[in-house]
């Protein structure tokens, strides 16, 4: 079994509708990140979680929020889906005290679309 | 802050051809971590290399050779001998040991291999 996982993979919805996106992971890593991926743009920062009780925002934080409800478990929710949130999603994980440090483990993604 | 830049959006080649895929990053910090992604067509990351900023020993790993040097603030990627599986977008990252493992990526670079 995949030591990050994300649900769901693949999202189409509507403009206005709430949508969430959820992240598990086994690695027993205290911290979680939320990314998203347009082209040309690479990867940028969402949200990151260093432990259950410490959330922060990243560079591109406006029209998310996340909730760490346990420390396997990261969600991302856009409150109220617009059209140019449509991107890939990826949920990663590391561990602050462990080796090899600073290095993310990544879940599959998720694909969502805004209509 | 951090920074990476990643200046090839595309590159195409013909199998067996060489290529260098530059990166060149920013940071304040002299502690950091440098790495390169992998992300193939079925969308997921593959994780290549981390160095760390006190490693400037060049690593080969098969055909693919990094190098990197603090002088020119770079970490250049070479694949020998390309083949159509390498075909894929490939990320250079930065890690500030300050920003707590936070990954600051590059925008890509898309490697088309041709047979």
């Known amino acids: 079994d995949a030591d990050v996982t994300q649900t769901p993979r693949n999202r189409i919805t509507k403009t206005g509708k709430r949508i969430m996106l959820e992240c598990s992971q086994t690695k027993g890593h205290d911290r979680m990140y939320w990314y998203r991926q347009d082209p040309g743009l690479g990867l940028r920062l969402i949200y990151y979680s260093f432990d259950v009780k410490d959330i922060n925002k990243g560079e591109i934080s406006d029209g998310y929020s996340v909730s760490r409800q346990a420390q396997a478990k990261f969600s991302l929710s856009l409150e109220s889906a617009i059209p140019n949130q449509t991107a890939l999603y990826f949920c990663?994980?590391?561990?602050?005290?462990?080796?090899?440090?600073?290095?993310?483990?990544f879940g599959p993604g998720t694909r969502l679309t805004v209509l | 802050a951090q920074k990476v830049t990643q200046a090839q959006t595309e590159i195409s080649v013909v199998e067996k051809e060489d290529v260098t895929l530059d990166c060149v990053y920013e940071t304040r910090d002299t502690t950091y971590y440098l790495f390169w992604y992998k992300q193939p067509p079925s969308g997921e990351l593959v994780f290549l290399i981390r160095r760390n900023s006190f490693d400037e020993q060049n690593e080969i790993s098969g055909r693919y050779s990094w190098n990197f040097q603090k002088s020119t603030s770079s970490f250049n990627f070479t694949i020998t001998a390309s083949q159509v599986v390498d075909s894929a977008v490939y990320f250079c990252a930065l890690s500030e040991e300050t920003s707590g493992s936070r990954l600051t990526f590059g925008e890509g670079t898309q490697l088309t291999v041709n047979p």
């Open positions: 990663a994980t590391s561990d602050a005290s462990g080796r090899p440090l600073y290095e993310q483990f």
